[in-house]
Structure formats: structure tokens, C-alpha cells
């Protein structure tokens, strides 16, 4: 029973991408609300990402200067091992997962709330196709802005570690430095970018269609809102172990 309903939904998920991805109408008002849509899901998104990161680049270089105390590592571990653990994993499967919580909760709750208002079935009277109207903005938008937030979130995160080794005794700031550019993969930095996009499309189609189908009043709505992160968080993990299989091979 379980399979069939979930098979079921995922087709329904199918057709539901599928009418949101037509052509706009008005090309106009679609470029004003995806302008719209990456000032709510994007830009205000930058205070959270920039908090976390800073905290998480301090965090990670901390636990690993304490862990790494073996003499044939060389100096620089701590910074390598700093930059590689930002750039494939922290800087977009984990932070994806963070903004799934924000970003997925608040799709789904508009989307939802518009559904139980009915203003969703006003635009369909009205003959505009509302999955195209409301959700493409909202998937174009947090897509195109999720590398800034990706590449924010890097830069905070070394500076993080930064202010653990400037401001503690634990490493020295040259020999962080010196980690964080010894042995540097330029892909590592694009594998992360890549994946992010992925995710981004996740969160945001995946969470528009569990509030654009909300039936009931507002207790749906806080439920399709919390059943939008879940899938989104579930479909995160598993395109993490599928991404990272076909793009580091």
C-alpha cells in the first residue's frame, strides 16, 4: 500500500513539474516575481547561511586540530582537511539540507495557504495556469541564487577558521592558511556549485507541490509544510550519494 501511494504521488509530482514548466503568459510579470522571489527565498536567506557557516568553519577546525595529533600528519592537515570538508560536503548537501527547513517550510505554507484560500482556484477561473503563475518564480529564482549562498557559505566557513586560529592558541594562522591552499582541486569547488543546483530545484519544486495540493484548512497546511522538508531533506541525501558517484568517479 505504501509503494502504490508512492508511486502515485510521484506521477502526480511528474504532471505537477510538467504544467509548471510552460511558458509564462507575460514574460514581464514573470521576471518581476522571479526578481521577487530571489529578494524572500535568496537574499533574506544570506544572515542564516553566513551565522551558520561562521560557526561550523570554527566548529570543524577546532575538533580537527584536537583529533589530529599523530606526528606523521603533516602541519598543514587541519587546513586541508577544513577546505575539503566545506567544499564536498558542508557548502552544499549539508547547508541544502539547513535551507530546506527555511526555504521549504515557507514554499509550502504560501503555496498552502493561497490553495485553502482559494485564491489558487480563483487564478484557474480566471483561465492562468497557477503551478506555471506562482511556482516557476520560486524554482528559477532560488536556483539561480543558491551558488551565491553556496559560495557565501565557503568563504564564511574558512573564515570561521580563521578566527579560531587568529584568536587561539590551537593553530597557528600561517599554517591554517597554508592548509586551506595546499593541494587545491579547482573541481571540488564546481562539484559543490553543481550539486547545490540539484538541490535547490529539490527544495523548491518538492515542497511548492505538497502546499499547491493541500486540502483542508490550516492544520494541512502546517502539515503539507512539514511533509515538504522531509521529502526534500530525503531527496537531498539520496541525490547527494548519486551526484557524488557520477562527479567524482
Excluded: H
Aim: overall charge neutral; some cysteine.
Amino acid at each position: 500500500m505504501l509503494l502504490t501511494d508512492s508511486i502515485a504521488t510521484f506521477g502526480e509530482y511528474c504532471l505537477f513539474v510538467r504544467r509548471v514548466f510552460s511558458i509564462p503568459d507575460k514574460i514581464s510579470v514573470f521576471l518581476k516575481r522571479t526578481v521577487t522571489e530571489i529578494q524572500k527565498l535568496g537574499v533574506d536567506s544570506i544572515p542564516l547561511v553566513i551565522v551558520i557557516s561562521m560557526f561550523i568553519g570554527a566548529v570543524i577546525t577546532i575538533q580537527m586540530q584536537l583529533n589530529v595529533t599523530s606526528p606523521l600528519m603533516p602541519a598543514y592537515s587541519v587546513g586541508l582537511a577544513t577546505r575539503d570538508i566545506v567544499l564536498l560536503e558542508f557548502s552544499n548537501s549539508i547547508l541544502c539540507l539547513i535551507l530546506a527547513g527555511k526555504v521549504g517550510s515557507n514554499i509550502a505554507s504560501e503555496i498552502g495557504t493561497m490553495r485553502v484560500t482559494e485564491q489558487i482556484d480563483a487564478l484557474e477561473i480566471m483561465g492562468v495556469n497557477s503551478a506555471n503563475f506562482l511556482i516557476l518564480p520560486k524554482i528559477l529564482g532560488f536556483v539561480l541564487f543558491m551558488p551565491i549562498l553556496v559560495i557565501l557559505c565557503m568563504g564564511t566557513a574558512f573564515v570561521g577558521g580563521y578566527m579560531v586560529a587568529l584568536f587561539t592558541d590551537l593553530i597557528p594562522v600561517s599554517r591554517y592558511v597554508y592548509g586551506l591552499q595546499a593541494l587545491f582541486q579547482e573541481w571540488y569547488v564546481w562539484y559543490g556549485l553543481i550539486k547545490s543546483l540539484f538541490f535547490a530545484f529539490l527544495i523548491a519544486s518538492i515542497s511548492s507541490f505538497f502546499g499547491y495540493y493541500v486540502k483542508g484548512g490550516a492544520l494541512q497546511v502546517g502539515k503539507a509544510s512539514t511533509q515538504g522538508v522531509v521529502s526534500s531533506s530525503i531527496f537531498i541525501l539520496l541525490f547527494d550519494v548519486i551526484l557524488t558517484k557520477l562527479l567524482l568517479q
